[in-house]
Every structure is written in structure tokens, then in C-alpha cells.
């Protein structure tokens, strides 16, 4: 079956633009994560999401990150007024319930110039 | 000192070496121990998966969990070139909420050269 997917695969933006990064889970996951993954750095858990729970957010880096989950399908991650420093592969993973394992979508490489 | 350590390399072998990729930590409390495998422009991937100390092995995989010095081992057999990708170690204390606990290395990138 579909794996999860992200979009973009690539951007590119300028500083102090928004940009919004899209994930598809596999159908049926209930848990779906997003991590980042930096140049040099191994990688950080930014939020999660459970079914109908209140989101994990305590990954978040600043208040200029956020993200949405429509019930138990699509995440979109917003990044504000990006920074430099926000460049970095963004990945979306999902999982049946949080201790099952979690599958990576291919990611999307935010540069931010 | 990062809580978990992995060399970066790059490492390069030649077709059918006998791969070790390690991983040391500093917090005794791990207890759950995995390897993701990361290919170019793709999401990690889970390879293996091990509680406590003890070795599991899957084809021509072995993961070994050594607690009293805090070290974890990859070995890949008869290295094959599709073996080539980042291998990442990451391990977490929990099993509840397992996924976003856990600690990841840095990766170590692999070359098999046919």
C-alpha cells in the first residue's frame, strides 16, 4: 500500500517568509510525528499527534512553529518568518499507536536563504 | 556530552566486507535500542530492534546491546552495494510513547563499493 508521503520535496525561501510543509500518513495510523533533521545533528522530535488527543508539542524549537492535524489524515507543519537556522530536511512519520513502528515519508528540504 | 554518540564516518568497503557500526551512550536507563537505515533523500527506515543486552541477529543483520558499556553494534555480513546508506542507532528508556522518546545518533554513511 502508499507509504506516507510529503510536499513539497523541496523548497526554497527567502528569510522572514512563512512556508507550510504538507504529510499524508499511511491510512489508518493514529500516531503521526514530525522530526528535523539538521546537517550535523542527529534527529529532534518536534510535535505528535494521537487521534483525537491534545498534540505533544514540548518538541517545538519556537513559537514561530505549528502544526495542524485534520482527525487522523492529513498534518500540515507551519514554520514562520523563517530563519536560516530553519534549514534542515523536515520528515513526517506515522504509526499505528505510538509504540508500534513508525514509517518515514522521504521528506521535504527546506532551504532557507 | 551528547547522551548518544555515533561516528559520523564516511566508511567505505569494499563488496562483501564485514560491517561494524557502533553507537556509545551516557544513560544507563536505555533499555530499548534500534537501528534505522537511511537511504539518499529518503525517511529512515527501522532494521532492527532490541530490548536490554543480548545480540538479535535477521539474515545478515546482527544487533548486539552491551548495557555495561553502554555500546551498541550493528554488523552487516557479506556487505552487498545496496547496503550503502546512513545508518542511524536511537534508543529511548520507555516503552509507553516510545517513538517521540527516543534519542537518535548522528548517522554513520556507508559506502560498499562493488
Known amino acids: 500500500g502508499a507509504g506516507v508521503s510529503q510536499s513539497p520535496s523541496n523548497k526554497v525561501t527567502e528569510k522572514g517568509k512563512d512556508v507550510e510543509l504538507r504529510c499524508d500518513p499511511i491510512s489508518g495510523h493514529t500516531a503521526l510525528y514530525w522530526y528535523r533533521q539538521r546537517l550535523g545533528q542527529g534527529l529532534e522530535f518536534l510535535i505528535y499527534f494521537q487521534g483525537n488527543s491534545a498534540p505533544d508539542k514540548s518538541g517545538l524549537p519556537s513559537d514561530r512553529f505549528s502544526a495542524e492535524r485534520t482527525g487522523e489524515s492529513v498534518s500540515t507543519l507551519t514554520i514562520q518568518r523563517t530563519q536560516q537556522e530553519d534549514s534542515a530536511v523536515y520528515l513526517c512519520a506515522s504509526s499505528l499507536a505510538s509504540w508500534d513502528e513508525q514509517f518515514f515519508g522521504p521528506g521535504t528540504r527546506l532551504t532557507v536563504l | ?114
Not at chain 2, 546491546?65 to 551498541?72: E, M, T
Not at chain 2, 545508518?87 to 554513520?108: E, F
Open chain 2, 1 to 114: 556530552q551528547k547522551e548518544v554518540e555515533q561516528d559520523p564516518g564516511p566508511l567505505s568497503v569494499p563488496e562483501g566486507a564485514i560491517v561494524s557500526l557502533n553507537c556509545t551512550y551516557s544513560n544507563s536507563a536505555f533499555q530499548y535500542f534500534m537501528w534505522y537505515r537511511q537511504y539518499s533523500r529518503k525517511g529512515p527506515e527501522l532494521l532492527m530492534y532490541t530490548y536490554s543486552s543480548g545480540n538479535k541477529e535477521d539474515g545478515r543483520f546482527t544487533a548486539q546491546v552491551d548495557k555495561s558499556s553502554k555500546y551498541i553494534s550493528l554488523f552487516i555480513r557479506d556487505s552487498q552495494p545496496s547496503d550503502s546508506a546512513t545508518y542511524l542507532c536511537a534508543m529511548s528508556k520507555d516503552n509507553a510513547g516510545n517513538n517521540r522518546k527516543l534519542i537518535w545518533g548522528l548517522g554513520t554513511s556507508l559506502a560498499v563499493n562493488p
